[in-house]
């Protein structure tokens, strides 16, 4: 069964510029995540959809961070314009249901902002 | 939901048992125990969960004490490539994972 998986794998960006990250759930896999993890801390969760609907987006800063799961499968994560303490790895996981299903990490993309 | 508490850090020989502690103290009745783990530059994966009785996979074993107070979960054999950050996490239901600092277990050859 193949796993989560994200793109690109790194990234490094000025202040202000834009930057998107891609996901790919597992296949089936009905709830997914983007989770933010500044270096040193444990991860946190920023947004989650069920299908192509937001559930959880309570954490996700809406002025510059933008998330969207076209046809409930793939998603994308937007930061525009990017800050300097938005450098950190954006993991995203999927599950086949809610919260308490066991949730699958892609690989994370990390990204430096100068 | 409960908050759990972890030693930072730990480590322990290859080929030994280890043993990471979690207090949960204000658990409720309805709150499992989860333990994820994060492998360096990996996303992190989960180990195994449990209610109130001891559970057991073959990645690791899950030892609850009567009271729920507080968890242990062991690695009967360690290997190096045990080497990570171990997170417990009390979660109930529909409630969202939080993470905290965790336990970075480092296994020595």
């Known amino acids: 069964e193949a796993g989560v998986a994200q793109s690109p794998r790194y990234k490094i960006i000025e202040k202000r510029q834009s930057v998107a990250f891609w996901c790919n759930p597992i296949?089936?896999?009905?709830?997914l995540y983007w989770y933010q993890q500044i270096l040193g801390q444990g991860p946190k969760l920023l947004i989650q959809?069920?299908?192509?609907?937001?559930?959880?987006d309570s954490q996700l800063p809406k002025d510059r961070f933008s998330a969207e799961r076209l046809k409930g499968v793939d998603s994308t994560l937007k930061i525009q314009p990017a800050k300097l303490e938005d450098s950190a790895v954006y993991l995203c996981?999927?599950?086949?249901?809610?919260?308490?299903?066991?949730?699958?990490f892609g690989p994370g993309t990390r990204l430096l902002v100068l | 939901d409960a908050k759990t508490t972890q030693p930072p850090s730990m480590d322990c020989a290859e080929g030994r048992a280890a043993n990471l502690p979690c207090n949960h103290s204000t658990i409720s009745g309805n709150e499992y125990v989860y333990w994820y783990r994060q492998i360096h530059s990996q996303g992190p994966q989960y180990i195994i969960h449990?209610?109130?009785n001891n559970e057991t996979n073959e990645m690791a074993s899950l030892i609850i004490t009567e009271d729920r107070k507080s968890s242990t979960l062991i690695l009967p054999h360690a290997t190096l490539r045990d080497t990570a950050v171990y997170y417990c996490?009390?979660?109930?239901?529909?409630?969202?994972?939080?993470f905290g600092q965790g336990t970075r277990l480092t296994i020595n050859p």
């Open positions: 296949s089936g896999h009905a709830t």
């Open positions: 959809f069920q299908n192509n609907g937001v559930v959880d």
């Open positions: 996981a999927s599950s086949s249901a809610g919260y308490w299903e066991t949730q699958y």
């Open positions: 449990g209610l109130k």
């Open positions: 996490i009390a979660l109930q239901g529909a409630q969202k994972l939080v």
